[in-house]
């Protein structure tokens, strides 16, 4: 089993940023992908953002791209969002995920993923 705890969500001004955390228990996790997603009130989870097993490759959704940064510390079972020039439209709830598989490949779907986090809360205000 997996247990993934998200941190770091709150109230933000735009413009502002805040960095999500989302620490890992149970297993390991530097054999796997892992991904960001987040869900606004009313609409569907979205892919944001995932990283590949050792930090290598990256790959964000268009809405992020440029503002938004994913990153990993194998060490501490620890994957990282850094959030910069946020938005209004960036409110939702944040969850992070485990990827199904192993290896070096990145995933972008939401079914490429066994274990979420219960997300935490980003409202940004403008």
């Known amino acids: 089993q997996v247990q993934l705890v998200e941190s770091g969500g709150g109230l933000v001004q735009a413009g502002g940023s805040l960095r999500l955390s989302c620490a890992a228990s149970?297993?390991?996790?530097?054999?796997?992908?892992m991904g960001w997603f987040r869900q606004a009130p009313g609409k569907e989870r979205e892919f944001v953002a995932c990283?590949?097993?050792?930090?290598?490759?990256?790959s964000y959704a268009d809405s992020v791209k440029g503002r938004f940064t994913i990153s990993r510390d194998n060490a501490e079972n620890t994957v990282y969002l850094q959030m910069n020039s946020l938005k209004p439209e960036d409110t939702a709830v944040y969850y992070c995920?485990?990827?199904?598989?192993?290896?070096?490949?990145?995933?972008?779907?939401?079914?490429?993923?066994?274990?979420w986090g219960q997300g935490t809360q980003v409202t940004v205000s403008s």
């Open positions: 990283i590949n097993w050792n930090g290598a490759t990256t």
């Open positions: 995920a485990k990827s199904r598989l192993v290896g070096s490949s990145y995933y972008r779907a939401i079914g490429d993923y066994d274990y």
């Open positions: 149970g297993r390991t996790l530097n054999m796997y992908s």
